[in-house]
């Protein structure tokens, strides 16, 4: 019978259990790699698969998509500055709303739950052709940018208020009493110890709707504004290629998307990496 | 720890209650602790140590009676407990009763210097150079100066109490509160706590602690107080109680301690 691996030491008569340890890990990374590209070839096949559809129809017209793609692809820029700037905006509606909803002065309190329930009870694109239509009878006429970004990030505010409230809530009751017991003030405990504690917690929740931003961005061009929906529309229709560029713009949408979701999953790992934790 | 003649209690605790709706949890209770004493509260949980405590810096509002702090009087005033004037009345006391806490409560965000000198900054009006000076020496006194630019994550349990009761020192209190600080350690750690705890009683620190640690009450006590249901059951001075008692409550109660 042979003896078991870790009886057997280091001096030639066999591996030891540092050996064990590594053959461990080694099996475990080759695991993943193959799982990994198993992943990668299955995409390749169904995405192929779904191309290989999309060029069978026969509706595209790849002269077409070399003419128009670049004016297309030019709306890019604008549809990141308007769901950036949105979401800046947002989130400084969502601590607005969210100190309310936390306020023990009934008015404010009263406020802001009016607020979150009106946004969150109508739809965005009702909430953006307000904007644009039902403001101008009133006089109010808003440059394109400014009304598609403000009807946007108003109604996001909504959503998120809940996000910063229940982030808020969810600091421990003894920072709160520390802070009391060190002679703060609430206002001085919420601006140094709860609010900078309560962005890390949701800025994987603010993460994911800015990535819903992005494609919520594509509203703003019933306000007038030239991004990349509106420019996929307007040319699609304008030469009977609406589903070329419709597509192209999906596409485009798709990989945006995909982007910032990495790049969000990066920054979370390095916060958990970093964690301060009590 | 010797008290000079004819000083005036730097807290004073008049007829307390405290109700929580029906809970009847402390029932008459009166202390006076002077300057440079060391008081240990010993009970089982729910006697109502720590609502005591935290009745003397108002982290709990007192249903009855009146807390006195350093001068400062503050009666029970429940209907009226959100009033300017008072919240800014118990501020103030905050000010001069600086809490430790079971779970030690530093601000996780912060370095660890900087959470010795938020509050006296920001707070006391603290120029920065010199709350950061102060904030160094008890530091240095809790042993350790070289966690100055760590964040409190980093630190083992032990080590973030010390920091906390540093982060105490720094505001300059007149009396320490100390609840329960190392019912939350692991037992190897406890030590590291209890001796800076120690050498703060013997140098004349005004401390009033909430505590199991018995050998702790022995070794830095100038008055031992056992309560039971929301009073005081006896009291006496250094060990005593702890060596004779004379209650049969309190017999019965260290019994069960020391058996654990």
Same mark, same amino acid.
């Given at each position: 019978?042979?003896?078991?691996? &870790?009886?057997?030491?280091?001096?030639?008569?066999?591996?030891?259990?540092?050996?064990?340890?590594?053959?461990?890990?080694a099996?475990?990374?080759? &695991?993943?790699?193959r799982?990994?590209?198993?992943?990668?070839?299955?995409?390749?096949?169904?995405?192929?698969g779904?191309?290989?559809? =999309?060029?069978?129809?026969?509706?595209v017209?790849?002269?077409?998509?070399?003419?128009?793609?670049?004016?297309?692809?030019?709306?890019?820029?604008?549809? +990141?500055?308007?769901?950036?700037? &949105?979401?800046?905006?947002?989130?400084?509606?969502? =601590?607005?709303?969210?100190?309310? *909803?936390?306020?023990?002065?009934?008015?404010?309190?009263?406020?802001?739950?009016?607020y979150?329930?009106?946004?969150?009870?109508?739809?965005?694109?009702?909430?953006?052709?307000?904007?644009?239509s039902?403001?101008?009878?009133?006089?109010?006429v808003?440059p394109?940018? +400014?009304?598609?970004?403000?009807?946007?990030?108003?109604? $996001?505010?909504?959503? /998120?208020?809940?996000?910063?409230?229940?982030?808020?809530?969810?600091?421990?009751?003894?920072?709160?009493?520390?802070?009391?017991?060190?002679? /703060?003030?609430?206002?001085?405990?919420?601006?140094?110890?709860?609010?900078?504690?309560?962005?890390?917690? %949701?800025?994987?929740?603010?993460?994911?709707?800015?990535?819903?931003?992005?494609?919520?961005?594509?509203?703003?061009?019933?306000?007038?504004?030239?991004?990349?929906?509106?420019? #996929?529309?307007?040319?699609?229709?304008?030469?009977?290629? #609406?589903?070329?560029?419709?597509?192209?713009? &999906?596409?485009? $949408?798709?990989?945006?998307?995909?982007? !910032?979701?990495?790049?969000?999953?990066?920054?979370?790992?390095r916060?958990? #990496?970093?964690?301060?934790r009590? | 720890?010797?008290?000079?003649?004819?000083?005036?209690?730097? %807290?004073?605790?008049?007829?307390?209650?405290?109700?929580?709706?029906?809970?009847?949890?402390?029932?008459?209770?009166?202390?006076?602790?002077?300057?440079?004493?060391? +008081?240990?509260?010993?009970?089982?949980?729910?006697?109502?140590?720590?609502?005591?405590?935290?009745c003397?810096?108002?982290?709990?509002?007192?249903?009855?009676?009146?807390?006195e702090?350093?001068?400062?009087?503050?009666?029970?005033?429940?209907?009226?407990?959100?009033?300017? *004037?008072?919240?800014?009345?118990?501020?103030?006391?905050?000010?001069?009763?600086?809490?430790?806490?079971?779970?030690?409560?530093?601000?996780?965000?912060?370095?660890?210097?900087?959470?010795?000198?938020?509050?006296?900054?920001?707070?006391?009006?603290?120029?920065?150079?010199q709350?950061?000076?102060?904030?160094e020496? $008890?530091?240095?006194?809790?042993?350790?100066?070289?966690?100055?630019?760590? $964040?409190?994550?980093?630190l083992?349990?032990?080590?973030?109490?010390?920091?906390a009761?540093?982060?105490?020192?720094? /505001?300059?209190?007149?009396?320490?509160? !100390?609840?329960?600080?190392?019912?939350?350690?692991?037992?190897?750690?406890?030590?590291?706590?209890?001796?800076?705890?120690?050498?703060?009683?013997?140098?004349?620190?005004?401390? +009033?602690?909430?505590?199991?640690?018995?050998? !702790?009450?022995?070794?830095?006590?100038?008055?031992?107080?056992?309560?039971?249901?929301?009073?005081?059951?006896?009291?006496?001075?250094?060990?005593?109680?702890?060596?004779?008692?004379?209650?049969?409550?309190?017999?019965?109660?260290?019994? *069960?301690?020391?058996?654990?």
């Amino acid at each position: 019978m042979v003896a078991p691996l &870790a009886a057997r030491g280091p001096l030639g008569l066999g591996p030891g259990p540092e050996a064990i340890v590594r053959a461990v890990a080694a099996s475990r990374r080759s &695991a993943r790699l193959r799982f990994r590209l198993v992943f990668l070839a299955t995409w390749i096949v169904l995405v192929g698969g779904i191309v290989l559809l =999309i060029g069978s129809t026969g509706r595209v017209d790849l002269d077409f998509l070399n003419t128009w793609t670049p004016l297309i692809l030019g709306g890019i820029p604008i549809t +990141i500055a308007v769901s950036v700037t &949105a979401i800046v905006f947002a989130t400084m509606f969502a =601590i607005l709303g969210a100190l309310g *909803r936390l306020s023990r002065v009934a008015p404010i309190y009263a406020a802001a739950t009016l607020y979150v329930s009106l946004v969150r009870g109508t739809p965005l694109i009702v909430q953006v052709f307000f904007v644009f239509s039902a403001l101008p009878e009133f006089g109010i006429v808003l440059p394109a940018f +400014i009304a598609g970004t403000f009807a946007l990030s108003f109604n $996001y505010g909504a959503y /998120m208020t809940e996000i910063f409230r229940a982030g808020i809530q969810a600091i421990p009751r003894g920072q709160i009493e520390a802070a009391a017991s060190l002679g /703060m003030t609430e206002r001085h405990t919420m601006r140094r110890i709860i609010l900078p504690q309560a962005i890390r917690i %949701v800025i994987p929740a603010i993460g994911n709707e800015f990535i819903a931003m992005i494609k919520d961005s594509a509203l703003v061009s019933f306000v007038g504004l030239h991004e990349l929906f509106w420019f #996929a529309r307007t040319v699609g229709t304008s030469h009977f290629q #609406a589903f070329s560029t419709l597509t192209l713009a &999906a596409l485009v $949408y798709w990989a945006l998307t995909i982007f !910032f979701s990495l790049f969000q999953e990066r920054l979370e790992k390095r916060m958990a #990496a970093s964690d301060v934790r009590l | 720890m010797l008290t000079p003649p004819g000083a005036s209690p730097v %807290v004073r605790v008049l007829d307390l209650e405290k109700f929580y709706g029906s809970n009847h949890v402390l029932r008459g209770i009166s202390l006076e602790v002077y300057p440079r004493e060391t +008081i240990c509260l010993i009970g089982r949980s729910g006697s109502g140590k720590s609502t005591l405590l935290r009745c003397i810096n108002f982290l709990e509002e007192p249903t009855v009676g009146t807390i006195e702090v350093d001068g400062l009087t503050v009666a029970a005033d429940p209907l009226h407990a959100r009033n300017a *004037r008072h919240r800014e009345q118990i501020r103030q006391i905050r000010l001069r009763a600086q809490m430790v806490f079971q779970e030690f409560n530093l601000f996780p965000h912060l370095k660890v210097i900087d959470n010795l000198i938020e509050a006296p900054i920001r707070v006391k009006g603290v120029p920065r150079s010199q709350a950061i000076a102060t904030a160094e020496k $008890y530091l240095a006194k809790v042993g350790l100066s070289e966690k100055r630019d760590e $964040y409190p994550g980093r630190l083992s349990g032990g080590q973030k109490q010390r920091v906390a009761i540093a982060r105490a020192l720094t /505001m300059e209190p007149k009396v320490l509160l !100390f609840d329960e600080p190392t019912s939350a350690l692991d037992p190897t750690l406890v030590g590291e706590v209890l001796k800076v705890m120690e050498e703060l009683a013997h140098e004349g620190s005004t401390m +009033i602690v909430v505590t199991h640690e018995m050998a !702790f009450a022995r070794e830095a006590a100038d008055r031992v107080y056992f309560i039971d249901e929301g009073v005081f059951v006896e009291a006496a001075p250094h060990a005593e109680l702890l060596d004779h008692p004379r209650d049969q409550r309190t017999r019965d109660f260290l019994a *069960r301690t020391m058996r654990a």
